[in-house]
């Protein structure tokens, strides 16, 4: 059966720093997607970044990029610039073939200003 | 474009009645699921929908919770009788077509309380 683990319950970052956030998921397919979605306290969950198993090039939007190692069935996503507005829970998941879709438990992110 | 709606927003109720919760996906999205996301936890998933069929309900509480899709685009989750690990944050999302890698839009959510 798919797993997604988060390994990581909270994380601090000051403003402007780096964070990289951590995934780790486990699955005998060979296709699948992997995404990390943003959850704002009291706001609706949205995505942020998703990637392709079979691309081998790591996705990047803006400011969140991921690294994306498959051999190691790792998922990391990198928030550069942090924003007081990236303050949130942000969950790790996993689409594969027709139906599946899994969410990993969640890290907290804290921005200090 | 509008988002995904649900209501009510929040509901409390006491063990044993029964609640329903409504949504309604974006327009031409064909599938649709509700998830249960109790404080801590990440979303699990109930129950989806392609159109009005299920494809997925392995994590349904099939003896309290039922759900329906009719004409494949409002749906409704109900809860008969509640218990009070009932008590969660449901959401629905939906997307455009069921095949993976497809992005989920998220409605803002239901905080059912149960006393």
Redesign the interface.
């Known amino acids: 059966a798919q797993t997604?683990t988060?390994s990581q319950p909270e994380m601090s970052v000051q403003e402007a720093e780096t964070v990289t956030l951590s995934c780790t998921y486990d699955t005998s397919e060979s296709?699948?997607?992997l995404?990390w979605y943003k959850q704002p306290p009291s706001?609706?969950?949205?995505?942020v970044i998703?990637q392709?198993a079979y691309k081998q090039q790591n996705a990047t939007e803006n400011r969140f990029s991921v690294n994306f190692q498959k051999a190691a069935k790792s998922f990391s996503l990198k928030i550069s610039d942090s924003q007081l507005g990236d303050a949130a829970m942000y969950?790790c998941a996993y689409?594969?073939?027709?139906?599946?879709?899994?969410?990993?438990?969640?890290t907290r992110l804290k921005v200090l200003a | 474009e509008a988002?995904?709606a649900q209501s009510p927003r929040y509901k409390i109720i006491e063990k044993r009645q029964s609640v329903a919760f409504w949504c309604n996906p974006i327009s031409g999205h064909a599938t649709l699921?509700w998830y249960q996301q109790i404080l801590?936890?990440?979303?699990?998933?109930l129950i989806?929908f392609q159109n009005n069929g299920v494809?997925?309900d392995s994590q349904l509480p099939k003896d309290r919770f039922s759900a329906e899709r009719l004409k494949g685009v409002d749906s409704t989750l109900k809860i008969q009788p509640a218990k009070l690990e009932d008590s969660a944050v449901y959401?629905c999302?939906s997307s455009f077509t069921?095949?993976?890698?497809y992005?989920?839009y998220?409605?803002?959510?239901t905080r059912l309380t149960v006393t």
Not at chain 1, 43 to 47: A, H, V
Not at chain 1, 95 to 106: A, D, E
Not at chain 2, 106 to 109: C, E, Q, R, T, V
């Open positions: 997604v988060q296709d699948y997607y995404f706001r609706q969950m949205i995505l998703r392709e969950f689409s594969s073939g027709t139906y599946k879709y899994i969410f990993g438990t969640g | 988002g995904v699921y801590g936890q990440g979303p699990k998933l989806q494809v997925d959401l999302a069921t095949s993976g890698g992005e989920q998220f409605g803002p959510g």
